[in-house]
């Protein structure tokens, strides 16, 4: 639970733009950003007009900009990533100097890659930084990107898809526990991303895409398969959920589709695994307190 964690949402209030301007009068924040000034300016016109609470179609003309919230659902930064053709550029800023070095930034590059090759489907995502911004380089080398050029004014580092998915599928999670997936539930999820619509579904390829890939017949009993039955701590609740798929989905009945926000989060883990989630208004905090019944574990195999 006290890995660093980064969330990005997509919705933008009137108390975020308030934030985004206090961050952006601070000159060690605004120091490497190249239009800080015109962002400055677009947030004070906006605010000074607009009365509306959400301000979320404002932010995206010309890209799609995110708020980085942390665990406890502090606004700590912004991502802004625009797609030009088949390449997509991401801005990342840190908002608050108290929140430098707790390696938010990284966790914000990683959420901001899922969103750019899963969401957008970006065949490249870019990374503009000052030579002088140690900090932000450090930090995209860190998670893989690669020198592509530089000037003295500019170094452009870049990360193509391919190998996005070769370090997601062969690389430690460092952030994250890592999770299980039979090869059975991994060829019928995929079959299922394929035809599924709906905003968060990203989500669930690319936790697909990270997983270990496992024999259903050698899976640990102790991993929430597809159709498992698991006792979840949610926050402060306590939750007897199935892992099922959409057409058998009964939140009344605890039946949890696994394209929903809390579906996703659990596929794969373990007993005593605990790890942070976004949801679509809030972040929760999830353990997987006993996997009561697995069909792998019981010989189902049909399931």
């Known amino acids: 639970m006290n ?9 933008i209030t009137r108390a975020n733009a308030l934030t985004l301007m206090d961050w952006l009068e601070d000159e060690d924040v605004t120091r490497y950003l190249s239009d800080s000034r015109h962002v400055s300016r677009f947030i004070e016109q906006v605010i000074g007009r607009v009365q509306l609470p959400i301000l979320t179609h404002l932010f995206n003309q010309g890209g799609r900009f ?7 659902d502090v606004p ?11 390449d997509c550029e991401m801005v990342l800023v840190i908002g608050n100097r108290d929140n430098w070095g707790r390696k938010l930034g990284a966790s914000a590059i990683r959420e901001g890659m899922k969103l750019a090759f899963f969401d957008m489907r970006a065949e490249r995502l870019i990374a503009k930084i000052h030579p002088d911004n140690a900090r932000s380089l450090k930090a995209f080398l860190h ?15 870049a990360m193509s898809s391919e ?37 968060e579904i990203f989500e669930l390829e690319h936790e697909i895409e990270r997983a270990i890939v496992v024999d259903p017949w050698n899976v640990a009993e102790d991993v929430v398969t597809m159709n498992s039955k698991a006792l979840l701590q949610v926050d402060d609740e306590e939750l007897e959920v199935a892992l099922v798929y959409p057409e058998d989905a009964d939140d009344r009945a605890g039946k949890l589709s696994v394209c929903s926000g809390i579906g996703t989060a659990i596929l794969g883990y373990r007993e005593g695994d605990a790890f942070s989630w976004r949801i679509p208004n809030r972040t929760c905090h999830i353990r997987i307190e006993k996997v009561l019944y697995q069909p792998e574990a019981a010989g189902d195999f049909h399931l």
Request: with cysteine; glycine share 6%.
């Open 143 to 157: 998670s893989g990107f690669l020198l592509q050029s530089e000037t003295p004014a500019m170094k452009s580092l």
């Open 3 to 11: 890995k660093p964690f980064i969330a990005l949402c997509p919705e």
């Open 163 to 199: 190998r996005y998915l070769r370090l997601l599928r062969e690389s430690p999670a460092v952030h994250a526990a890592d999770i299980y997936i039979t090869e059975i539930d991994k060829a019928r999820l995929r079959s299922l991303v394929e035809v599924e619509r709906g905003s």
């Open 76 to 86: 700590v930064g912004f991502v802004r990533l625009v797609k030009a053709g088949p």
């Open 66 to 72: 995110f708020m980085a919230y942390d665990a406890h």
